[in-house]
């Protein structure tokens, strides 16, 4: 899996980092990313439901195929 916050269409809701905060972070200005070393959702079930959550679908979740 692999997680992304565009941060142009990121509003700073922080519904990604309410849900999941061991994956996501603020910054200082209020802005959601992805904690360093976690762009592999780190494991977490609950990841899925925080790109639901963000109200402007600023998170993405990818797939990584294992060829």
Known sequence: MRISVDRDVCIGAGQ????????????EDG?????????DG???PLVREA?????????????ERAD
């Not at 990604?16 to 910054?27: H, I, K, N, R, Y």
């Not at 802005?31 to 762009?39: D, K, L």
């Open 42 to 44: 780190g494991g977490s």
């Open 51 to 63: 790109a639901r959550a963000c109200p402007v679908s600023a998170v993405t979740v990818r797939e």
């Open 31 to 39: 802005f959601g990313g992805v904690r360093p070393g976690r762009a």
């Open 16 to 27: 990604c980092v309410l849900t999941a905060p061991q994956v996501f972070e603020q910054d």
